[in-house]
């Protein structure tokens, strides 16, 4: 029996904006007074994402916890510090690639966003791909593998380290960096998921 087929958006992306950074800054001010949903009352600062504007590689993950809701920066707190290693292990640098999350403002409690919370800010982080213009998507965890793949039954379990496909752009999904933390001997597998995704980008891992 042949395998299942891997998911896939086919939806073509909008026309590339000519000055993508200017297009990110004007996303990030449309985030700042959104209210189209129930994550606003409670945030402290919107976090829309940050890095290179023109970066070939995306990590996107879910939403953001109490260190980057205080700080409107994504990805700063221990997840953050373990993201960022992983980012340097690849060859690159921080502000080399773009992270951002699914949802832009933080779920009480570190949650999982809601259905609706995730329809209502998918489009910001749709228009930052096409702003983008990735070669590769790395998706950290089910909630931005569900999201952009528009399927709430997919696991990142079976899925990590598969090539996806999203809008003609490749897609690997790897586990969140807070699942590694509580669950060292994942980092293994998830190495192994980046170097896939170094390959799509005709890299390899730097001499240790």
Same mark, same amino acid.
């Given at each position: !029996?042949?395998?299942?087929?891997?998911?896939?958006?086919?939806?073509?992306?909008?026309?590339?904006?000519?000055?993508?950074?200017?297009?990110?800054?004007?996303?990030?001010?449309?985030?700042?007074?959104?209210?189209?949903?129930?994550?606003?009352?409670?945030?402290? @600062?919107?976090?829309? =994402?940050?890095?290179?504007?023109?970066? $070939?590689?995306?990590?996107?993950? $879910?939403?953001?916890?109490?260190? $980057?809701?205080?700080?409107?920066?994504?990805?700063?707190?221990?997840?953050?510090?373990?993201?960022?290693? !992983?980012?340097?292990? !690849?060859?690159?640098?921080?502000?080399?690639?773009?992270?951002?999350?699914?949802? %832009?403002?933080?779920?009480?409690? @570190?949650?999982?966003? $809601?259905?609706?919370?995730?329809?209502?800010? *998918?489009?910001?982080?749709?228009?930052?791909?096409?702003?983008?213009?990735?070669?590769?998507?790395?998706?950290?965890? @089910?909630?931005?593998?569900?999201?952009? !793949?528009?399927?709430?039954?997919?696991?990142?379990?079976?899925?990590?380290?598969?090539? *996806?496909?999203?809008? =003609?752009?490749?897609?690997?999904?790897?586990?969140?960096?807070?699942?590694?933390?509580? @669950?060292?001997?994942?980092? %293994?597998?998830?190495?192994?998921?980046? %170097?896939?995704?170094?390959?799509?980008?005709? %890299?390899?891992?730097?001499?240790?």
């Amino acid at each position: !029996m042949p395998a299942p087929a891997l998911p896939s958006v086919t939806t073509p992306l909008p026309p590339a904006p000519s000055d993508p950074e200017a297009a990110l800054r004007a996303i990030a001010q449309e985030i700042a007074v959104c209210r189209a949903c129930a994550l606003c009352p409670t945030r402290t @600062n919107t976090v829309p =994402g940050e890095g290179d504007p023109k970066a $070939e590689l995306l990590f996107v993950g $879910e939403g953001p916890g109490a260190d $980057e809701d205080a700080q409107g920066r994504p990805f700063v707190g221990k997840a953050g510090d373990l993201l960022t290693k !992983m980012i340097e292990a !690849m060859g690159f640098r921080r502000d080399q690639v773009f992270i951002a999350n699914v949802v %832009k403002c933080r779920p009480p409690g @570190n949650r999982v966003p $809601e259905p609706a919370e995730a329809a209502a800010c *998918l489009p910001f982080l749709h228009r930052q791909i096409a702003a983008i213009r990735p070669k590769v998507i790395c998706t950290l965890g @089910n909630t931005p593998l569900r999201a952009l !793949m528009g399927d709430d039954k997919l696991g990142i379990t079976r899925l990590r380290g598969q090539r *996806l496909e999203w809008r =003609g752009i490749p897609l690997i999904p790897t586990f969140h960096p807070a699942y590694l933390l509580r @669950n060292p001997p994942a980092k %293994k597998p998830c190495w192994e998921d980046l %170097k896939a995704v170094l390959a799509l980008l005709g %890299k390899t891992p730097p001499g240790r």
